[in-house]
């Protein structure tokens, strides 16, 4: 089978007339596959589309019988139409029929045909439908023709995204309608209710032209916005300000090499000959290689994908004249498929009403910057990327994980709502900023913040916390693109401690590794990174960096109290290593007449449930510890407290979890340690009250939870609670919090 007289472009300029034409959708689809199977000399040509629920339907088609139009469906993955959605490439065969995936529908008459070439009709990652060939005679399509019907189907997904092509209320077409609304299920990150309009991180570049008058000029075009391109990618690798070196530069290098990849160049060249302008051919290769690289679920390939997504960006903004600078509405909600911390701050709180985004593996310290910002945030929606557009209205529950994308007029009326009731809660909590935590029968509670960002200091004074309980010092460390040096951390602790005034500040020493890199050190892979090279381990193995964090600590507080938090520690031995570099590093100062903290104390975290045999031998050389909650549940549990299939699975309250604490809190006082917890447990009211019962009586927690907290303190009796907390410690239930929620509503402790 030829390409027609006159090649996929002048198809393509039929396309385009076709497209402008005033008639109905069913009729210009009608049309569309006729002039398809003319000028590519088909016999058969047909359009099914996604319907709800998956099914592909057929929608159009010239050849087959028409009676089967909207009649026909095929289900995910059935049949060769099925095929080519679900594994999203083309499928070209000489004798279909005998392929085991060919499904036969008698309604269609498809009998007599024998060749079949289907392409996947896709974009931004999303198959929404296949558009077919067929032919009597056994022969395979070439080459140029599995081109040109891709390219067909190409400016086909982009009209029927945009709504432009086909009036999609008169197909009825829930599926490929881009502005109905939706709803999103992901996890809560951050706490709060965003109403807003939607903004797009990574906003597609919007392409207007697909259909190129003259190729060669498109060629060139191309070739210069590549030149260009590379020399922004080598001015970026040469300049002094990024001052890379080692690993660092290797990852810029790599980019580099992408954009000087030959493969690359020649795919979109050979998109351009087939009638496509520059910009649509570079969003084309880019479409393909998104849809392959999302099927494969490789982290590593992913990771590359986000370069080529970046360049191709980048080639876009070039060929379009856009320069990627937004600005923000008022209320924006950005959405994104993954952001890093720094590029969220760069957006500023003010016109920020809420986060979304779709990666939920590299959320987390973006997380906790965004409660930094007091960010509402919901992670791990997938897909929403590809539905949402720059404008939309959307709403979201930080808390539950709702996002509603397009939402009616009552849905919106509700979050209204539900925000104005958070903002009085909020106010009612603020009441309660200098009113003591202590209890209904007189027991004082300590209430600590966590922090780990300038911006977080403010929250000291308005949640009315007594200090500093955790100050996560690594984030500091993961927002700059470089490394900070001694005396930028020397600056920026100082101003901690000032801000904290007569207030305690425990700064925990860099908790790297898990979740948290650094983005200018390149980290190893490592098959259980949360098990792996992380924190104290990496400071043992690398002295240099504890030294110098430990150096900078001592002058910042030079003259004050200084205390230290070991995080990750396994055993005693670890920790008495540490302490003893902390040691060395102190005794330089003395030599050296420096000024030094007027007391230093060296604390560890408690994560590792191994160190919870080791309290009494470990107090001998602590001054305190502190329990990590969120990283001990994993490691009690075995669970990955990154994956969201399995990081909830079993309950903090827990008998099992609650001995545990019952056996700390017991032995640390025997040998009269100071204990507290700072993980996201002390947080929880309910969760609190179950720590208090069984004996905790400082916590640390995030600066909005201690209104709350402190509310649920103020209501409670321990003399009640604690007998009732070690009783259900004896259970064997999944979760002790329908239990201690009944007892809680009984004795009136308020839960919020
Ligand atoms: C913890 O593990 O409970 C903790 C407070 O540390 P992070 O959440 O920073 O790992
Ligand atoms: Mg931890």
């Not at 110098?548 to 520690?569: D, E, H, K, N, S």
Request: net charge negative; hydrophobic share 45%.
């Amino acid at each position: 089978m030829p390409v027609g007289a006159g090649g996929p472009r002048l198809l393509l300029r039929r396309l385009r007339e076709i497209m402008a034409e005033q008639t109905s959708a069913q009729m210009r689809l009608d049309k569309l596959v006729t002039v398809i199977a003319t000028n590519m000399v088909a016999e058969v040509c047909s359009i099914y589309l996604r319907r709800a629920g998956k099914a592909l339907e057929l929608f159009a088609t010239e050849g087959l019988n028409r009676t089967a139009v909207h009649t026909t469906r095929m289900k995910e993955g059935e049949g060769l139409v099925g095929l080519v959605a679900e594994t999203a490439e083309p499928v070209n065969l000489s004798d279909a029929p005998a392929d085991p995936h060919f499904s036969y529908r008698p309604e269609t008459g498809e009998d007599p045909y024998k060749s079949f070439l289907g392409v996947p009709i896709v974009r931004g990652g999303q198959v929404f439908g296949v558009l077919t060939v067929q032919n009597r005679a056994a022969v395979l399509y070439a080459e140029e023709e599995v081109e040109a019907l891709q390219t067909v189907a190409m400016v086909l997904a982009e009209v029927v995204a945009q709504g432009a092509f086909f009036k999609v209320a008169e197909l009825d077409e829930p599926e490929l309608r881009v502005d109905r609304p939706r709803t999103f299920t992901g996890e809560g990150l951050s706490e709060g209710v965003g109403v807003g309009r939607v903004v797009l991180h990574e906003p597609r570049v919007k392409v207007e032209r697909m259909i190129a008058d003259n190729p060669q000029e498109e060629l060139a075009r191309l070739e210069e916005a590549i030149g260009h391109l590379r020399v922004s990618v080598d001015k970026m690798l040469d300049s002094s300000e990024l001052d890379l070196t080692g690993e660092g530069r290797e990852v810029i290098e790599a980019y580099r090499l992408f954009a000087h990849d030959q493969g690359w160049r020649a795919r979109m060249r050979d998109a351009i000959r087939t009638g496509l302008t520059a910009e649509a051919a570079v969003e084309r290769v880019q479409d393909e290689m998104r849809v392959r690289v999302q099927r494969l679920d490789d982290p590593v390939l992913r990771e590359r994908l986000h370069d080529l997504d970046d360049l191709a960006r980048r080639l876009l903004r070039h060929l379009t004249g856009e320069s990627g600078i937004q600005e923000l509405p008022l209320n924006a909600i950005v959405l994104a498929r993954a952001i890093g911390p720094a590029e969220l701050l760069d957006y500023g709180r003010e016109r920020l009403a809420g986060l979304v985004l779709e990666d939920a593996a590299s959320t987390s310290h973006v997380a906790i910057v965004a409660r930094s910002m007091g960010l509402p945030l919901v992670g791990s929606v997938e897909g929403i990327s590809d539905s949402a557009r720059a404008g939309d209205q959307i709403v979201l529950d930080g808390e539950m994980g709702e996002v509603h994308l397009r939402p009616q007029m009552e849905i919106v009326q509700a979050f209204e709502a539900k925000r104005t009731l958070r903002e009085q809660t909020q106010a009612r909590f603020a009441a309660l900023r200098d009113l003591p935590a202590v209890t209904r029968d007189g027991v004082h509670i300590q209430l600590m913040m966590n922090a780990g960002l300038a911006l977080d200091m403010p929250h000291l004074a308005e949640s009315g916390a007594d200090g500093i309980g955790l100050f996560r010092t690594e984030l500091q460390f993961m927002i700059g693109e470089t490394m900070p040096r001694l005396q930028d951390q020397v600056q920026f602790y100082r101003g901690i401690l000032d801000a904290a005034g007569d207030k305690p500040v425990v700064f925990r020493t860099l908790d790297l590794g898990g979740d948290k890199v650094l983005p200018y050190a390149r980290w190893e892979r490592e098959e259980n990174p949360a098990l792996g090279w992380r924190a104290i381990r990496i400071a043992l193995d690398r002295p240099a960096l504890l030294r110098y964090q430990v150096r900078a600590l001592l002058m910042a507080a030079a003259g004050r109290t200084l205390r230290i938090l070991l995080p990750m520690v396994s055993n005693v031995d670890e920790f008495n290593r540490a302490r003893a570099l902390i040691d060395r590093e102190t005794e330089r100062f003395r030599l050296l007449n420096q000024e030094r903290p007027r007391q230093i104390l060296v604390g560890a975290m408690l994560e590792v449930p191994s160190l919870a045999f080791m309290l009494p031998q470990l107090m001998r050389s602590a001054d305190f510890v502190s329990i990590g909650s969120n990283d001990l549940h994993a490691f009690v549990f075995a669970v990955d407290r990154t994956n969201p299939r399995v990081s909830r699975r079993y309950d903090t309250l827990n008998p099992a979890f609650l001995t545990l604490m019952r056996l700390v809190v017991n032995s640390s006082a025997e040998a009269h340690g100071e204990l507290s917890l700072c993980g996201e447990m002390a947080g929880r009211p309910l969760d609190a009250m179950a720590l208090l019962g069984i004996g905790l009586r400082t916590l640390s927690m995030h600066p909005a939870n201690i209104g709350p907290i402190k509310l649920m303190i103020r209501s409670m009796d321990l003399s009640e609670v604690s007998p009732f907390v070690h009783k259900l410690c004896g259970r064997t239930d999944h979760s002790l919090r329908t239990r201690l929620t009944a007892f809680a509503a009984e004795r009136g402790i308020a839960l919020k």
